[in-house]
């Protein structure tokens, strides 16, 4: 250490002198130490297999313990749904029980023909055709949406070809549409 180090601390040189020499100490006789503890060991692990006692087996790890519980749990489960499929079975009715009911068709073997009924006039829808001119941020099928409730590729076919337009999609602000509407 240095000396202006030792003046801020208050150490004296011989205690630093006397904190080496035991430093050195330490680590000359720390394998000895570690013998000395090894055979300790060894007499004690004689002495308790003399008298029958048996070291306690260390604990489990994680892993096992989640492999347990796997096959327990799939063990579980195939009961249940053992369990479950063979109620389902006990309560279900026996076909025997049901009588089976023959259609219509198959009892007459001929059909019937319903004649339409020539009192009843059948009325055909009207097609009026609506204009609507193009604001900004419109788009064909905002349009079909306002007119008719929903998007249908019918009424994109139908007002295209109303208004005899090549490209559906290329409208313009300030452009008059011929909208078909079926009033009925």
């Known amino acids: 250490m240095k000396s202006t180090t030792l003046k801020r601390s208050n150490i004296t040189r011989e205690k630093v002198a006397m904190m080496e020499a035991l430093n050195r100490y330490n680590r000359e006789h720390q394998d000895e130490d570690f013998y000395r503890r090894q055979s300790k060991n060894r007499e004690l692990d004689a002495l308790l297999q003399n008298f029958g006692?048996?070291?306690q087996r260390t604990e489990k790890a994680p892993q096992a313990y989640f492999v347990i519980g796997l096959i327990a749990g799939v063990i579980i489960t195939?009961?249940?749904t053992t369990f479950v499929s063979?109620?389902?079975n006990i309560s279900a009715p026996k076909e025997d029980v049901i009588p089976k009911v023959k259609p219509a068709a198959q009892e007459n073997a001929k059909f019937r023909f319903i004649p339409?009924?020539?009192?009843k006039t059948v009325t055909t829808p009207v097609i009026t055709k609506e204009e609507y001119t193009v604001k900004e941020g419109d788009t064909l099928e905002s349009i079909i949406i306002r007119f008719y409730g929903s998007f249908d590729m019918d009424k994109v076919n139908q007002i295209q070809e109303a208004n005899k337009m090549a490209n559906p999609n290329a409208l313009s602000i300030g452009q008059k549409l011929i909208i078909p509407v079926n009033k009925g």
């Open 86 to 88: 063979i109620l389902i």
């Open 116 to 119: 339409a009924d020539s009192s």
């Open 53 to 55: 006692v048996r070291q």
């Open 78 to 80: 195939l009961l249940i």
